[in-house]
């Protein structure tokens, strides 16, 4: 990476991510003015704002244009050395065509193991380890939302404080279950979905659910090895709105009784289950808070952990980067039935991937979802990719693992959950405010800017890499260090 | 109807539909012993359950089984005289073909005007009558929904008390927005739907939006004409979690002052929009809340009112009885295509019609969505069908409306609500919780169990029509006069 080349805050700076790269982006805050001209002497043309992309050489009309070391897209018209590439000069190329890519030829050999590494967790009988201690109670149908919601703010309110070691109540509601045809090829990941959160590690093996009696998907299906945990709406012995509080109450006390008397015990880092996500993405994602988080996903990796990243939308672009990472034929293949469902279901929807990224993105400084990709996947570092899980599948194996799922922020988020992750973390360039209830969430900022003005919502700041403040290794490792698992060697 | 033939509670009694039915329900409490003997000389040969059917006559393999004066199906095997017609014996027909309906061609006269009849409601500016008083905050997208909620919370606790005059405080939070791509075709629904919400009569005109900033649906294609009722987390003047909720809960504050000065008004029925819908039906809702609400949705007609009905999956198989009654061959031909979009739908999904009825429609005694089409469309009673509306649209046309939704309870009353709805009859057999934020929902029961066991939660018992304790017209008349709307004369 050069950073061209800073030596007081506002002196003039861009960065260049590869050697064969043909533009870079501009670090400055608040952009730089025609006749900059910065320290290895190219002088803009025109305006360019913070995060947005120079011609470092005269771009001829179709030309490729490079970022990542990779083709982002192709130039409409000519573009000459010092201007502002900006969105609509840049064709978007095709997606990798998924019949030729290499599967599992450049497997990276393992790093050395990283030992002595703990945190203070829930162990559960299944052999899984949670990072809170939270009563969820489930749903088998949308129509009994409404009544828990208002038995959980009672149960907040009344019972909760009686059991000062359980973290929290959170009332997992949805839109299916009845009304739908639950049994149509797709259905498959709904209610996965819901299947694999009740089995949360969060939740200690004490999930109950509530149901209403008559709907399509029976509480059974989401918990059949448990009789005793389900509330049923309809039951014939419930006098009215009353009574089915009382019912939810009683079974959440017992519930919490239980969980209250759960100890942490400190367990090795490999019971980490970690997801990555980004979210709000501008060009410095894959400059500044997405390395360090993929070298930090290394560091996890190195200790044994299961880390998983996602978002199918922002890895299709890259995918030709990822299959040859995978450990054999066959995950390299999972990938890419993962990819191919998402093509399809484009089609089907009549959409392209031009419907990424969002207007934010683009003002942030991306020129489209192929670049947008190449940042995202840094997040998965560089070690060998173990496993591919589809939507809402529990994770099995350690190591770096694909969960399958969409880039909308709190779907994801929800999908990595009912895989079991235990703790994410969220880079982030423009700003959310994302947090989950049922798993802690780090949050990186790509920009200093972003860091210093949202402090009660950014956890570390990798923006001091863009500036030449801090490495992606320092940055990393405090990534790995977090608040509030701080592991601890 | 014909209900044979009580003289006392615990005498046998069933109830059939029409002269040429061949099958009749059973309506005592814990169904029929064999050996049962009906005022008419029918003799059970084995148990039926409450709300199931009996055979009248004896039933050869294939013949038609006909209730309503329908083919509900035809039977698998030889069905002697006085058997239960389990649903396992019916073998469901083909829906009616979409190209040889008639259109419009034997449309109802008017019924006389009913005149005279006021309720008390907040006129709007445009013209629209509400039901409530509400302060509500939509969002542009997902993105956002925690930190509403959590502004929500503190709204309620802290400023709503000082403004008594208004009812509530309802967040309108959804999946969309972003990360889908939202210029997809049927991307139209969901935005046409939060675009309707936003203008619904019970929000005066006085909704706000909470945005992030970097998402695809930008608030302005919410609120096109209110620039000042924004606020975008990603606002660079927020310092942190704390400014977002404080300058959401200054801009709420200004528009509950602006609803707090609002006046109840006596206004005509004709201001009135009621949707009507069905949930957790059993073989009862056809013949006691379905048709009681036909008869209160001709009276509501009569009256000038907007009345809409609902639930395309459960229309689909009784649009022969809809299309003839279309006010003109445009609006069957506009009801033709809203069932034509169901069809494709399903074949999209790889899923056929038969996932409806639910396991409670089915022990309330419905063997296929053919019969639950057949009692759920008696809630449109006998009126001229004078429009259709799409997902979402909102309702211009008075007169008996039908507003294309999904059957699943909330969907269906969200959409209704987009649609302009301000008060809804529900009607329930198996029995829901059910309700609505942002509009009054009366409950009315198909069962005298029902009704006396859910004593606060249902308003209106249908149940003593199959008991012969009311008529269909007296509790349509109830219905028309319900709490909390008081239609007076």
Redesign the interface.
Known sequence: MTVHQRTRTDDPHYIRLHESDNVAIVVNSFGLPPGTQFSDGLVLKEFVPQGHKVALTDLADGAPIRRYGEVIGYAIGDIPQGSWVEESKVRMPSPPALDSLELGTRVPAPLPPLEGYTFEGYRNPDGSVGTKNILAISTSV??????LDFAVRRIKEELLPKYPNVDDVVPLTH?CG?????????AVIPIRTLQSLARHPNFGGEVMIVG?????L?PERLLPDDKQGVVR??D?S?????D?IEAIMEMAEARLKVLHARKRETVPASELVIGLQC??SDAFSGVTANPALGFAADLLVRAGATVMFSEV?EVRDAIHLLTPRAVNEDVARALVREMAWYDDY?A?????RS??P????K??GLANVVEKALGSVAKSGSSAISGVLAPGERVKERGLIFAAT??????CGTLQLASGMTLQVFTTG??????LSAAPVIKVATRTELAE?????IDVNAGRIATGDATIEEVGWEIFHPNPIRLSA
Request: aromatic residues 8%.
């Open positions: 949308q129509c009994v939302a409404g009544t839109a009845c009304g739908v045809a639950i049994n149509a090829p797709q209403l009696g008559c709907e399509k029976q709406l309809q014939d419930f006098h009215g709105f009353g089915m979210g709000g939308t484009l089907q929807g009549q959409a392209d419907a990424n969002s207007p934010g993105n003002k942030g969409p880039a909308s922020d709190f779907v423009r700003g959310t405010p994302y947090g003005r949202w402090r009660d919502l």
